[in-house]
């Protein structure tokens, strides 16, 4: 687990951007290029000042101003009968464009058709509810706030809906640490044993993919259960990852032929 360090200013410091490839972008087509789309986008004009409309992959996409979330979203359920929302979250370009793309999926049951409406705000701006138009916004609201700290203006419980109210960071920003960070190591340390047992107990394993078959403190072990600290003992029943007259998993799998692969350094 890394050593603390401060987290000041950690956004402009962002060491992703040049770590991972980015796609090549998919094409933009023209909205003419479908009567249905081409009809709610003159509609959404004659009422918004859209910034882009376009299809990509057989949707309509269009790009608004954050401020006029709420009337463009309830002018697609009211005027353009796009009954549900299936989707919504947000992307972090903080590093690129200092802020978030915030975006809606929608769909038409009755035209079917899926639409996305997209936005952007600065790091720090808030955005307004939709959950007044579409229940399912509000559980989707509080997930983006959970897990980007964004803001959700008149949203009517507006809390975090997977991790702790006391967490700290938020997981889906880009600059997070992607085993956690110093507190997430010592978190369920210290909540269900205080921080005096830090010492005794050692910090949170948050390698998902570690397993030690000997382990009897950090509950990674295969095979018999036995107490907290106690030294591990053979089974009389061998570790087995076949049952007896069961579908076959794996052809004849020998458990004493296998090998333990060092923890990653």
Request: hydrophobic residues 40%; charged residues 30%.
């Given at each position: 687990?890394?050593?603390?360090?401060?987290?000041?200013?950690?956004?402009?410091?962002?060491?992703?951007?040049?770590?991972?490839?980015?796609?090549?972008?998919?094409?933009?087509?023209?909205?003419?290029?479908?009567?249905?789309?081409?009809?709610?986008?003159?509609?959404?004009?004659?009422?918004?000042?859209?910034?882009?409309?376009?299809?990509?992959?057989?949707?309509?996409?269009?790009?608004?101003?954050?401020?006029?979330?709420?009337?463009?979203?309830?002018?697609?359920?009211?005027?353009?009968?796009?009954?549900?929302?299936?989707?919504?979250?947000?992307?972090?370009?903080?590093?690129?464009?200092?802020?978030?793309?915030?975006?809606?999926?929608?769909?038409?049951?009755?035209?079917?058709?899926?639409?996305?409406?997209?936005?952007?705000?600065?790091?720090?701006?808030?955005?307004?509810?939709?959950?007044?138009?579409?229940?399912?916004?509000?559980?989707?609201?509080?997930?983006?706030?959970?897990?980007?700290?964004?803001?959700?203006?008149?949203?009517?419980m507006l809390k975090r809906i997977l991790l702790p109210d006391d967490w700290v960071g938020h997981p889906l920003r880009k600059t997070y640490p992607l085993q956690g960070d110093e507190f997430a190591s010592w978190y369920e340390v210290d909540k269900i044993y205080g921080k005096e047992a830090r010492d005794i107990i050692g910090p949170e394993l948050r390698d998902a993919a570690y397993v030690d078959r000997y382990d009897t403190t950090r509950f990674a072990r295969l095979g018999k259960e036995v107490g907290y600290g106690e030294e591990y003992k053979e089974s009389d029943r061998p570790i087995a990852y076949q049952e007896e007259n069961r579908p076959l998993l794996i052809d004849k799998f020998d458990p004493s032929k296998t090998k333990l692969a060092d923890r990653e350094r």
């Open positions: 687990m890394r050593k603390y360090t401060p987290k000041d200013n950690v956004q402009k410091q962002s060491y992703y951007k040049d770590r991972f490839r980015t796609p090549d972008r998919l094409p933009k087509d023209p909205v003419e290029g479908d009567e249905v789309f081409a009809k709610d986008v003159e509609a959404l004009k004659a009422a918004f000042d859209l910034k882009e409309a376009y299809i990509q992959r057989g949707q309509l996409v269009v790009v608004v101003d954050a401020a006029k979330n709420l009337e463009v979203i309830k002018f697609f359920k009211e005027k353009l009968a796009y009954n549900q929302l299936s989707e919504m979250s947000a992307i972090d370009f903080i590093a690129k464009c200092g802020g978030f793309e915030i975006f809606y999926q929608l769909l038409s049951m009755s035209k079917r058709k899926r639409a996305r409406v997209k936005c952007f705000i600065k790091e720090g701006e808030n955005i307004e509810s939709v959950s007044s138009v579409y229940s399912s916004a509000n559980w989707a609201e509080r997930e983006m706030y959970d897990m980007f700290g964004i803001r959700v203006n008149n949203h009517p």
